[in-house]
């Protein structure tokens, strides 16, 4: 379901329900208003074009390749980045679900880039972005503020690409359940709660080298710093004694007056 509306020379769309075919959200078009449930299934590919702000109302979410194959291609750029938010007039987490991706995913034809994603966490899930044995890349990413987990993976089919992205202030940064691999480089992981990286599998080892956790002496947890938290099964050696430099070629959108690191 789509909806039009306009104010002057501002104009909005509102989304809801099921994407079967293929569609594109514009920038003339933001900002999006998710007011019910996007659900991309069909083959479908949803594109969002850079500078997009996607705003959600409580407790809806975006789903791909959840209920039937799709994919997201919401790639953003250095100085015109995508944002997904909440709608609420003061957000905090939990607000809204997160995207989730689920095992039907076109891991191929899935990115996310120069994106942020905030204020998730609402429902069963708990996190800001969901990969149910889906391995989406999300590179030059913020991941933040979310009720839960920043970046929840599950299953071994679950291989993320997370990279040059600042992973911060949720309970866990990224978590890693059920022999999920993700792949977690040159970011920044700081003041995430409870732990910065978290593996409950001994199947694998979660690799998570050249991240910066916060401080110069490494990650907590089972490592010997004092930085953020990490859990056995994770390789964290070795570390950034910097915040990385990759991370200062994200401009935060002016089109979200919460979009700051």
Same mark, same amino acid.
């Given at each position: 379901?789509?909806?039009?509306?306009?104010?002057?020379?501002?104009?909005?769309?509102?989304?809801?329900?099921?994407?079967?075919?293929?569609?594109?959200?514009?920038?003339?078009?933001?900002?999006?208003?998710?007011?019910?449930?996007?659900?991309?299934?069909?083959?479908?590919?949803?594109?969002?074009?850079?500078?997009?702000?996607?705003?959600?109302?409580?407790?809806?979410?975006?789903?791909?390749?959840?209920?039937?194959?799709?994919?997201?291609?919401?790639?953003?750029?250095?100085?015109?980045?995508?944002?997904?938010?909440?709608?609420?007039?003061?957000?905090?987490?939990?607000?809204?679900?997160?995207?989730?991706?689920?095992?039907?995913?076109?891991?191929?034809?899935?990115?996310?880039?120069?994106?942020?994603?905030?204020?998730?966490?609402?429902?069963?899930?708990?996190?800001?972005?969901?990969?149910?044995? &889906?391995?989406?890349?999300?590179?030059?990413?913020?991941?933040?503020?979310?009720?839960?987990?920043?970046?929840?993976?599950?299953?071994?089919?679950?291989?993320?690409?997370?990279?040059?992205?600042?992973?911060?202030?949720?309970?866990?940064?990224?978590?890693?359940?059920?022999?999920?691999?993700?792949?977690?480089?040159?970011?920044?992981?700081?003041?995430?709660?409870?732990?910065?990286?978290?593996?409950?599998?001994?199947?694998?080892?979660?690799? &998570?080298?050249?991240?910066?956790?916060?401080?110069?002496?490494?990650?907590?947890?089972?490592?010997?710093?004092?930085?953020?938290?990490?859990?056995?099964?994770?390789?964290?050696?070795?570390?950034?004694?910097?915040?990385?430099?990759?991370?200062?070629?994200?401009?935060?959108?002016?089109?979200?007056?919460?979009?700051?690191?």
């Amino acid at each position: 379901v789509l909806t039009i509306f306009s104010t002057g020379t501002t104009y909005a769309l509102n989304h809801s329900g099921t994407i079967t075919s293929s569609e594109t959200w514009t920038l003339a078009g933001s900002p999006h208003i998710v007011t019910g449930t996007v659900d991309v299934r069909n083959g479908a590919t949803l594109t969002i074009n850079p500078g997009c702000l996607v705003k959600f109302n409580y407790s809806t979410g975006l789903y791909i390749g959840l209920n039937g194959g799709s994919a997201l291609n919401a790639v953003g750029t250095s100085v015109d980045p995508i944002t997904f938010t909440s709608n609420e007039s003061s957000p905090a987490a939990g607000d809204w679900q997160g995207i989730l991706f689920g095992n039907l995913t076109n891991d191929g034809s899935t990115t996310v880039h120069y994106c942020t994603v905030e204020y998730g966490g609402n429902g069963d899930n708990n996190s800001n972005v969901y990969c149910a044995s &889906a391995s989406p890349a999300l590179q030059h990413c913020i991941i933040r503020n979310s009720d839960g987990y920043g970046i929840y993976t599950t299953g071994s089919a679950a291989q993320p690409l997370i990279s040059c992205s600042a992973i911060t202030n949720n309970d866990y940064g990224v978590y890693a359940s059920d022999s999920a691999n993700p792949t977690i480089g040159d970011c920044s992981i700081t003041v995430n709660t409870t732990y910065g990286v978290y593996s409950d599998s001994s199947s694998n080892t979660i690799d &998570a080298e050249n991240n910066w956790w916060g401080n110069a002496d490494g990650p907590g947890g089972v490592g010997s710093g004092s930085g953020d938290a990490v859990s056995s099964y994770v390789d964290f050696t070795p570390w950034r004694t910097a915040f990385d430099s990759c991370l200062l070629t994200i401009d935060l959108s002016p089109l979200s007056g919460t979009n700051f690191v």
